[in-house]
C-alpha cells in the first residue's frame, strides 16, 4: 500500500480528534458522523421532519417520564395510533385491488 493511499484513506474526527478510516460513516472511537455534508442534511431533515402536520407526529406526553400510569396512557395511545393507520392502509389496498 502506498503512503498516499494511507493518508486519503485516515480522516480525523473533528468530535474527539482521533484518526479513523476516512471511508467509514461514523468515528470508531467516539461513534460520531464524520462527514460534515451528511450531518447538515440530516439535521435540515429532522427539522423539515418536525415541522409536519401535528396529525404525522408520534403522540408523547411529558407527563409520561415520571408516571407509569401516564406512560402507559401514552402507549395506549400510540397502539390506537398504529391500528388506525394499519385500518386505513388496508382500505387503500383493498380498494386498489378491486376492478374499476
Not at 406526553?61 to 402507549?75: C, G, M, N
Request: net charge negative.
Amino acid at each position: 500500500m502506498k503512503s498516499s493511499e494511507i493518508i486519503s484513506s485516515t480522516k480525523k474526527c473533528e468530535h474527539c480528534g482521533n484518526w479513523t478510516n476516512g471511508e467509514l460513516a461514523f468515528c470508531s472511537h467516539c461513534g460520531e458522523i464524520l462527514d460534515k455534508v451528511y450531518r447538515e442534511e440530516r439535521a435540515e431533515l429532522e427539522r423539515e421532519q418536525s415541522e409536519q402536520s401535528p396529525m404525522m407526529r408520534k403522540f408523547t406526553l411529558d407527563k409520561a417520564k415520571d408516571s407509569r400510569f401516564w406512560s402507559l396512557v401514552e402507549k395506549l395511545v400510540q397502539s390506537g395510533q398504529m391500528v388506525l393507520v394499519a385500518l386505513i392502509t388496508l382500505i387503500t389496498l383493498f380498494l386498489a385491488i378491486l376492478p374499476a
